[in-house]
């Protein structure tokens, strides 16, 4: 996908399925039946009582019918009719809890505002949105990955009852929107580089030496990502503090065998690194003695690290937090998630 | 099987698999092999590093032969050479963890004394055997049973997760032990009714009116176990304190939805009923008021209430616990558990 918006979709790609007679569907109606989809479903969840998630509820798939005119449970809307399907909805209803997303929350940051659009970050052919208020990425998957996201929702919920620490995404939901020959799935995310935390530098890591270096292409970017050779030219490492540093190493061999389990090989860590009080690094500059800067704990250290009695209070702008590292003499907390 | 213990299993049953050769094994081989299997493969896998339970695991079954003259890896014994089979090891630890059984712990209940035959107090073709200190009833099983079992795993973890409280049964573990031609399953489960605690009154509770009168034969019993229609002559309810009452109705609906996920009907609530300064219950002591008691707080109820907050120090005699109720004015700690 290129950078640009793109208004018209009427076009095949892996992610979609065209009929022969398919209307052109504007990219606005689309995340429109997304938003509006979503919406119902979810606002309609909230009706039923809560209860205990059962084996049976992972591989559930609901279905409504959205007529433009409206219907006697469904809001009349000004794109065409369309079709959502819900995968796993309460088992992804019992995730949000665990992940503390309030039903309304999670109505108001999808559907409130308009989508944006977003470049595509990796080699995948999906297409990203995020949500206005910066909160989740919704990310198109096709068929055979929606279908495997669902497979695994009981070793997914396995890992997140035993290793809360994870850093593997996380899941909000996962639906289907069939409108106009069109079939879409996506997939609701949590947004692990959020736009208001600016990152100087960001890596999408393998642990493998074997061409992982950044494209031109992707060097050209005003924000690359870069890749595990370009890490090692630029940081040669960072120094965590050692209950960090293991708490890390844990999480991540726990996250590993879970993906191994699931049989999957092509992950990676996507680094964003974010300098206190910035300054290039640059060859020359490296070694220089900088002044310390106020080291921030928030979310993305106290999920490996397990909850903290007594945090130090962040100020308005410091609420991104992230783990503390330094290079050198630089603090540079970072935010990390596999991916 | 017979109330009297029956030194010799040289027959066929429903929990046994014979071949045309088999040698005659005596019941207390059998115990001594089940005693022996559990204590190897638990303590071998005290030495396996502890990790995360995944999917794979539920469905996993580790098999050992122990002979006679020892291996490099098992001990020699007095028993004829048998092979032993560990279900699902890494998701038992799990949950006898979850149940803050310890691993010594475990082994020293289920190893160092000569498990106790019981009779069979229900009406299946089980043969019961209890450990001396009376912390766990191993039950033998059909080939169907185990496998059922088996595959409810996934099922009884989220429970575990979700639903703490359960009365569901606690499953320690499940093993199968093939010797001389004999193949025995058992499962070790809580033993919900321990003899140092007397019940004066026994319940094994459906919900249902019909035919749920105990039998001629169960009421000569010293201790019998009456059922619904008894329980309502003798009792006519229980009170509770509303709180009690509100807890135990809810976990009950839980594990109720738990069963009929797994499509189980056949279940009932065997319930345990301890009097305070008992005196019997006559038609005319009925309405007597009574010089109230103690009444005492410990894990039955804690299970179904949650932690509680500076509980109430037990006597020695007092670790039993159980739920408080009331029969008019006497008190009634009872115990409860779905079987």
């Known amino acids: ?27 606005s109606a689309i995340k429109g039946a997304i938003q509006l989809g979503i919406g119902y479903v979810v606002g309609n969840l909230n009706s039923k009582p809560d209860r205990d998630v059962l084996m049976q509820d992972f591989s559930v798939v609901e279905s409504v019918f959205l007529p433009n005119e409206g219907s006697n449970l469904t809001p009349a809307h000004h794109f065409p009719d369309f079709r959502l399907k819900s995968y796993a909805p309460l088992a992804f209803r019992y995730f949000r809890e665990l992940f503390g997303i309030k039903p309304d929350d999670y109505l108001y940051s999808i559907c409130n505002e308009p989508l944006i659009e977003l470049s595509n970050p990796g080699a995948s052919s999906s297409w990203f949105y995020l949500t206005s208020d910066d909160e989740f990425i919704i990310k198109t998957v096709q068929h055979k990955e929606a279908e495997f996201l669902q497979k695994l929702l009981p070793g997914y919920y396995m890992n997140l009852n035993q290793n809360p620490r994870t850093l593997l995404p996380k899941f909000y939901g996962l639906y289907c929107i069939q409108c106009s020959g069109f079939t879409i799935r996506v997939v609701v995310m949590n947004n692990i580089l959020p736009r208001a935390m600016k990152m100087h530098y960001k890596y999408d890591l393998k642990g493998s030496s074997y061409k992982r270096c950044a494209s031109r292409k992707e060097r050209a970017k005003s924000s690359p990502t870069f890749k595990d050779l370009d890490f090692k030219d630029m940081h040669e490492g960072l ?84 783990i503390p590292a330094k290079y050198k003499d630089e603090n540079l907390p970072h935010l990390s998630g596999d991916n």
Chains 1, 2 share one sequence.
């Open 239 to 322: 120094n965590l503090d050692s209950e960090t540093y293991n708490a890390l190493m844990k999480t991540l061999q726990r996250d590993c065998r879970v993906l191994e389990s699931f049989k999957i090989m092509d992950y990676s860590l996507l680094l964003g690194i974010h300098v206190l009080d910035h300054k290039p690094l640059s060859r020359e500059s490296r070694c220089d003695s900088r002044k310390g800067q106020k080291v921030l704990y928030s979310t993305a250290l106290e999920s490996i690290q397990g909850s903290m009695k007594d945090p130090e209070p962040l100020g308005d702008d410091d609420t991104f937090g992230g």
């Open 1 to 27: 996908m290129s950078d640009t918006n793109n208004d018209s979709m009427g076009r095949g790609t892996q992610g979609t399925k065209m009929s022969k007679h398919h209307k052109k569907l504007t990219a």
